[in-house]
């Protein structure tokens, strides 16, 4: 991992940890900035794993500029969030491994199990993963 990444503190690392939703803002091809909310999840690397549907608009702006913004806000109170700058060091364009990141998100964000339609709906879409190295952070989460 390159030595410009911030490093996690444990509190950080808790919180990133937690199955909560991320505002993705990315660049449109004529600079507009461009926001969607997904799932993430935080890899043994301290990399951010999103995975999209293609051809959704964030995922082919992403494809285009790697350059990314993340927030992330406690659901419990909204005025503890973190705000993560990155850029996608690796694609993963290999729909089978991707279709399987999805699914790892759903039973994330759904511990008592995902639907079987909705794990079936996944398994046929194409899907691409994206690995956020984290460049920056922006911490809001005293207590």
């Known amino acids: ?59 082919t702006n992403l494809m285009q500029d790697p350059r990314v913004a993340l927030s992330i806000i406690d659901p419990a109170d909204p005025y ?4 993560v700058m990155g850029v996608v060091d690796e694609v993963v364009t290999d729909v089978d491994r991707s279709r399987e990141d999805i699914v790892a998100l759903a039973h994330r964000y759904h511990p008592e199990g995902p639907t079987e339609a909705s794990l079936a709906a996944f398994r046929t879409q194409p899907r691409v993963t994206f690995l956020v190295r984290i460049t920056a952070l922006h911490e809001h989460l005293e207590d």
């Open 80 to 83: 503890r969030w973190l705000g």
């Open 1 to 59: 991992m390159p030595t410009d990444s911030p490093v996690l503190t444990p509190r950080l690392r808790a919180f990133l940890e937690q199955p909560l939703a991320v505002s993705v803002a990315t660049v449109d091809p004529d600079g507009t900035p461009f926001q969607a909310v997904a799932w993430y999840d935080l890899t043994d690397d301290d990399r951010i794993l999103l995975n999209s549907r293609t051809p959704r608009r964030w995922c």
